[in-house]
C-alpha cells in the first residue's frame, strides 16, 4: 500500500504540491487529498486503507465514529472511484474521499439514531438533502458521528455508543453536538466533517477540539426534507474543517436552494475567489462583545485567550473596539427558551409513542418536552416578535462593525463523567444550557457564525474558540475574514492533538 507521497505547504501558497516533503495521507486537508487524486498520485483505494487503519487504530478510544460500514464494502467503492478516474470520470472535488455523517443527518445504509436508544433500529428511505451533495461530490460515506441524545446538551454522550472525549484530553468532554465529527477531524480520522448547529453545535466542539466550524446564514444549507419546512428554522447544518479553503469547499457544496426546503436561499456559494492571505483583515471592523458587560458568566483565562486571538487580527490591520451589545439580554434568553421549547418538544413528543420511549430518553428531552406544553401561541408569537426586534436592531450594529466577536463557549471543556456544568464561578447554571448562553445571538437573528481556533488553557491542553458572527448572508464574507486569520497564525493552527 501507497502510504504517502511528496508535499510541502505554505503559508503563501497552502495548496501546491512540491517535493519537498513527504507526509501520511491522513495528513492532508481535504482539498490537498482531492488533488493528489485527481492528479493520480495517491489512489482512491490507499485513501480508504490509509483512513481506515487510522480509525480501526484510534476510535476504540475516540468514539467519534459510530455504525461504520465493513471495510470490505467501503474498499470496493474505493477501487470503483479509481475505476471511474481511469476512464477520466470524477464524480467531484470529494471524489474517493471517506465521510461520515453526523448521526442527525441520513444516509442510506446507515441507521439515524441520533443518539438514542429509541430509534437505535431506525433505518432512513433516503440520504438527507446535504448528505446526497456531499455524495454528488463523490464522497464515500462509511459511518456516523457520534453525538448528544437527539442532539441536545453540548456535550457528546449517549446511552446507545457512549461518551467521545475531547480530541485533546480523553478525561474532559468533546462538546457538541458534532462531538464525534470534530474529534473525528482533529484526530485526522477524517479528511473533512459535517455538523449541526441550533445553540453551537457546530461551533461549540470546533472550539474546544482546534479546528474551524461554521453554522451558515439561516437557509444556505437546506436542512431535511423534515415533517415541518416553516417554522422550524433555528438549526441549520454545515461545515467542519481543519483549514478554511476545505470549510468554505464544503460548505459550497452543502449549500444551494432546494424546493423541499422553500426557505433555503437561492443561488451558488461562489468561494472561489476567497484569498488565503491576511488582506481581509486590513480595516476590517470587528465589535468585540467580551462578556456582554458582565452578563455572561465565564470561567477565568477564557477572555484572554479570545482577546489573544483578537490582537492576532489587529496586527494584521483589523480594527478591534470593545461593543456594547445594546439589547435587554435577558428578554433575548426568554425568547430563546420559548423558541427552543417549542421546536423540540414536538420531535420529543413524535418519540413517545414509542415502546418505553418515556423512559429511555435522557431528562433533558423530557424536561424540554413538558415545558412546551406549557406555551400557548401567544408565548410563541411574543417570542417570534422579540427575535425579529432583535434582528432588526443587530442590522443597525452592522452599520458600524463588520463582525461581531464573542467566546464560543464559556467554560473550558469540563471533566467527560459530568452531563453538564453545574456552576460557572459563583454563579448557578439554572438550566442544562445555560453555559452555552454565548451561542444563541447569532443563531436568533439567523445569522452566520464561524468558529476560529483561538487558543489553548494556561495549564491545560485544553483549546478554546472565538466565534465571528457575520451580517445577514454574509457567509463567503465572513470566511473572507477567517483565511485572513489563518494566513496571520498559520504555523500555530497547525499544532494538533498528540
Not at 237 to 243: L, N, Q, S
Not at 307 to 322: H, K, P, S, T, Y
Not at 465 to 471: D, F, P, S
Amino acid at each position: 500500500m501507497t502510504t504517502g507521497f511528496h508535499v510541502t505547504i505554505r503559508a503563501d501558497t497552502l495548496h501546491t504540491f512540491l517535493p519537498a516533503m513527504s507526509t501520511d495521507i491522513t495528513s492532508l486537508s481535504a482539498s490537498e487529498l482531492s488533488d493528489a487524486i485527481h492528479a493520480r498520485q495517491v489512489s482512491c483505494v490507499d485513501v480508504m486503507q490509509a483512513y481506515l487503519q487510522r480509525i480501526e487504530r484510534l476510535n476504540p478510544v475516540c468514539n467519534a465514529i459510530v455504525n461504520r460500514a465493513a471495510d470490505e464494502t467501503l474498499l470496493a467503492e474505493a477501487r470503483q472511484c479509481d475505476e471511474q478516474l481511469s476512464r477520466g470520470q470524477s464524480r467531484g472535488w470529494l471524489h474517493g474521499i471517506p465521510q461520515a455523517i453526523k448521526d442527525t443527518g441520513h444516509a442510506l445504509g446507515f441507521p439515524s439514531t441520533m443518539g438514542s436508544r429509541v430509534l437505535e433500529k431506525q433505518m432512513p428511505r433516503a440520504d438527507s438533502i446535504m448528505t446526497a451533495r456531499m455524495k454528488a461530490a463523490g464522497c464515500i460515506v462509511i459511518g456516523k458521528t457520534n453525538m448528544p441524545e437527539l442532539g441536545l446538551g453540548s456535550h457528546t454522550f449517549n446511552d446507545l455508543f457512549g461518551p467521545t472525549p475531547n480530541a485533546w484530553d480523553t478525561a474532559v468532554s468533546a462538546g457538541g453536538s458534532s462531538g464525534g465529527a470534530a474529534v473525528a477531524l482533529a484526530q485526522r480520522m477524517l479528511p473533512v466533517a459535517d455538523g449541526s448547529d441550533f445553540m453551537g453545535s457546530l461551533r461549540n466542539p470546533a472550539g474546544w477540539n482546534h479546528i474551524f466550524g461554521m453554522r451558515p446564514s439561516q437557509g444556505r444549507v437546506p436542512y431535511g426534507p423534515g415533517v415541518d419546512v416553516w417554522v422550524d428554522q433555528l438549526g441549520t447544518e454545515g461545515p467542519m474543517a481543519r483549514c478554511v479553503r476545505d470549510l468554505a469547499r464544503l460548505l459550497a457544496t452543502q449549500s444551494g436552494h432546494d424546493p423541499r426546503q422553500p426557505l433555503s436561499i437561492n443561488g451558488v456559494l461562489d468561494v472561489s475567489t476567497i484569498p488565503y492571505t491576511p488582506e481581509a483583515l486590513k480595516g476590517l471592523r470587528v465589535g468585540w462583545l467580551g462578556d456582554l458587560e458582565g452578563h455572561l458568566a465565564l470561567e477565568d483565562g477564557i477572555l484572554g485567550v479570545c482577546e489573544d486571538a483578537l490582537r492576532a487580527m489587529q496586527n494584521a490591520g483589523a480594527v478591534v473596539e470593545a461593543t456594547n451589545l445594546g439589547y435587554d439580554r435577558q428578554a433575548l434568553w426568554d425568547c430563546w427558551l420559548v423558541w427552543r421549547r417549542a421546536l423540540v418538544g414536538p420531535k420529543v413528543a413524535a418519540l413517545l409513542p414509542l415502546p418505553n420511549a418515556a423512559a429511555l430518553l435522557k431528562p433533558e428531552a423530557m424536561w424540554e418536552y413538558e415545558n412546551s406544553l406549557k406555551l400557548s401561541y401567544m408565548d410563541f408569537q411574543r417570542a417570534s416578535q422579540r427575535r425579529s426586534s432583535f434582528y432588526h436592531h443587530l442590522l443597525k450594529v452592522f452599520e458600524k462593525v463588520d463582525v461581531l466577536a464573542l467566546p464560543v463557549a464559556q467554560v473550558w471543556p469540563f471533566p467527560i463523567e459530568e452531563r453538564w456544568p453545574q456552576r460557572i464561578g459563583d454563579r448557578p447554571m439554572d438550566t442544562y444550557h445555560r453555559w452555552m448562553e454565548c451561542t444563541i445571538y447569532a443563531t436568533l437573528a439567523g445569522l452566520p457564525a464561524i468558529s476560529l481556533p483561538a487558543g489553548f488553557h494556561p495549564k491545560k491542553p485544553w483549546p478554546m474558540g472565538i466565534q465571528l458572527i457575520g451580517k445577514p448572508q454574509g457567509d463567503v464574507e465572513l470566511l473572507q475574514v477567517a483565511a485572513g486569520y489563518e494566513a496571520v497564525r498559520w504555523d500555530w493552527l497547525q499544532r494538533r492533538p498528540d
